[in-house]
């Protein structure tokens, strides 16, 4: 078995370890529960994984692939739906602002220590079990689970943000047999139609185009949205303009995003509209995109969001 793949079984087994009930209020209980014993040969794997997952992240981004982590968010306001701009703002401040930052820190401890691929995969109870035994992260606070709760279960409504609600579990897993690691992009990827989709798309455009983010699982896109949240200034509302709120990106259940090998960042910004590779994307004729101009869901323009579940 190859390094690389022991921490998606890994992953499963820290799971099984301190697994945490479905219900809503277990996830808020989950601080109270006594600590595991360090499994330190499964630590020890997943180091040794991480380090390897980190290689294939740092080859990505000298490919000039970028990362979904810097989705920009445009000037033009306009874009966004009218009753979007009419709600007002829900914005973290005072004791919220630094519950917030100390969470999404840790968030971003626990994606440096597995690699962020792995990261994408992760469940919130593996997450929990994980963070609990692995020292350079720390177990997670009963305010800080409380909090993840809380933002999980808010009605995004309120944000502005219109889209379904597509994963109404906290606790939702990504079965390994359903996903399997695109090659040279660090992403996993849906296999059925998002692989069938992905795999029709470089072979109609070319080796130019690359998936830049597949599969993202709760605790993912938690860290995406509250990163964003952070660059708004604990503006919620903004930020959800630009990334979805964790349980309503169609990241989980299928869809991903290309862009153009050697574009950066400006893979995740409209600039990527503006490439042959969009413009051969929207001549295919099978593909769509999830939030296109003047959609009604309080999304701005996302030209490398290729819509997979329909």
Known sequence: MRRRDFLALS???????????GRKEDAVKTAKFVAP??????IESIERAAIEEEQSAQEAM?????SEDSQAVPKDNLEIVKESRELKPIVAQGDELELLTSVFKRLASVQKYIGFGNFNIISF?????LARTAKTVGAFTYAELTYLEKLFFRDAKAYGFFGEKVTTKLTEEIAQKEVFKAPNTGHYLYKGKAAQVYESVKKDIGDSIIMTSGVRGIPK?????????LECKGNYSEASHSLAPAGYSYHGIGDFDVGKVGYGEKNFTQDFAQTQEFEKLMQLGYIAIRYPRGNPYGVYFEPWHVEVVT
């Open 11 to 21: 992953l499963g087994a820290i799971a099984a370890i301190g697994c945490v009930a």
């Open 37 to 42: 014993q360090p499994q330190t040969d499964l």
């Open 62 to 66: 000298e490919e000039g692939i970028g």
């Open 125 to 129: 109870d593996a997450m929990i079990s």
């Open 221 to 229: 896109q938690f860290y995406l949205f509250l990163a964003k949240t």
